[in-house]
């Protein structure tokens, strides 16, 4: 008898768990622009070697491939991102 109650617990729980997970729609027609339409552009391929293959751009210079490396537009001059402490 003291088994049966918390499998019977268990098996209840499961079971509400479940019933939970059930009740979500799936659109019938994806946007054109959507992942998953079949319509959509392929997304573009990186190169994982680019940083192994090739100088990174100097300052000024575009940054292509190198992602993350785009300059901040409109950002303040650091002043050479450092400070003096006197």
Known sequence: MNLLIPRVLILVGATALSLG?????VPVRFGE????SSGAREAP???PTVALTGDPPLPGEPTGAWTG????AG???TGGGHVHAH
């Open 45 to 47: 391929v990186a190169d």
């Open 21 to 25: 997970c059930g009740g979500r729609e």
């Open 75 to 77: 950002a303040p001059p």
């Open 69 to 72: 490396l785009a300059a901040d």
């Open 33 to 36: 622009q959507s992942a998953l």
